[in-house]
């Protein structure tokens, strides 16, 4: 990996910031945002990416970057925090949403309560909340710096667990993971949210 490739906090103003939230959370975006049309989903995440004190600000996450160009972001953060910003986050999205998110919310109570208890991760891990590597940026090694720039963190704020959960139907990253020492610990079933939880000792 190129020795220009550096980790920075990353900017309310990036481009892609928004963009690469999307990207990690998948199909869960159209729970959060309560939309399936990918114009209101890419708004609504760049409203909250701009935004502070939710699960998808700017203000918890790092950019892999070289010069002016974000190739990867990892947003990492103690499980407690995780937790606190579950209702901001929801209180931003349904301003940014109005109307529409309490049409859907009504609809899809069990779904949106589902996803808002998932246990992601315990008050003793540091925990990945989200990852993604733009697509012209992968097999340059970006993913293994960010997870250990989120090491770094989880040391610096004297964590000694590091956790990040990963869809089932996602064998590629559980992989990955696994082969830089994270290990299943446990598995999210909460309606149609099926992930395993994933744990490594830093």
Same mark, same amino acid.
């Given at each position: *990996? $190129?020795?220009? %490739?550096?980790?920075?906090?990353?900017? @309310?103003? $990036?481009?892609?910031?928004?963009k690469?939230?999307?990207?990690?959370?998948?199909?869960?975006?159209?729970?959060?945002?309560?939309?399936?049309?990918p114009?209101?989903?890419?708004?609504? *995440?760049?409203?909250?990416? &701009?935004?502070?004190?939710?699960? /998808?600000?700017?203000?918890?996450?790092? &950019?892999?970057?070289?010069?002016?160009?974000?190739?990867?972001?990892?947003?990492? +953060? @103690?499980? $407690?925090?995780?937790?606190?910003?579950?209702?901001?986050?929801?209180?931003?999205?349904?301003?940014?949403?109005r /109307?529409?998110?309490?049409? +859907?919310?009504v609809?899809?109570?069990?779904?949106?309560?589902?996803?808002?208890?998932?246990?992601?991760?315990?008050?003793?891990?540091?925990?990945? #909340?989200?990852?993604?590597?733009? @697509?012209? $940026?992968?097999?340059?090694?970006?993913?293994?710096?960010?997870?250990? +720039?989120?090491?770094?963190?989880?040391?610096?704020?004297? /964590?000694?667990?590091?956790?990040?959960?990963?869809?089932?139907?996602? @064998?590629?990253?559980?992989?990955?993971?696994?082969? !830089?020492?994270?290990? !299943? %610990?446990?598995?999210?079933?909460? #309606?149609? /949210?099926?992930?395993?939880?994933?744990v490594?000792?830093?």
């Open positions: *990996m $190129s020795k220009s %490739v550096r980790m920075e906090k990353a900017s @309310p103003c $990036s481009r892609v910031g928004a690469l939230n999307i990207m990690a959370i998948e199909s869960m975006a159209q729970t959060i945002v309560g939309s399936d049309d114009a209101i989903i890419e708004e609504t *995440m760049k409203g909250l990416w &701009e935004g502070k004190n939710n699960r /998808f600000s700017h203000e918890f996450a790092y &950019e892999a970057k070289v010069g002016n160009k974000t190739l990867g972001m990892i947003t990492c +953060y @103690p499980t $407690s925090v995780m937790n606190q910003l579950v209702l901001p986050t929801a209180k931003q999205i349904l301003h940014i949403r /109307f529409a998110m309490v049409n +859907y919310a609809k899809n109570v069990r779904t949106l309560y589902a996803m808002m208890t998932m246990e992601e991760g315990k008050k003793d891990e540091f925990h990945i #909340g989200a990852m993604a590597i733009l @697509p012209e $940026s992968r097999g340059l090694g970006i993913g293994g710096m960010l997870l250990h +720039y989120a090491e770094a963190r989880a040391k610096d704020c004297s /964590f000694k667990k590091l956790s990040l959960t990963v869809r089932e139907n996602n @064998p590629r990253a559980k992989q990955l993971y696994e082969r !830089v020492g994270y290990q !299943v %610990v446990g598995k999210i079933d909460q #309606g149609s /949210f099926k992930l395993f939880r994933m490594k000792a830093v």
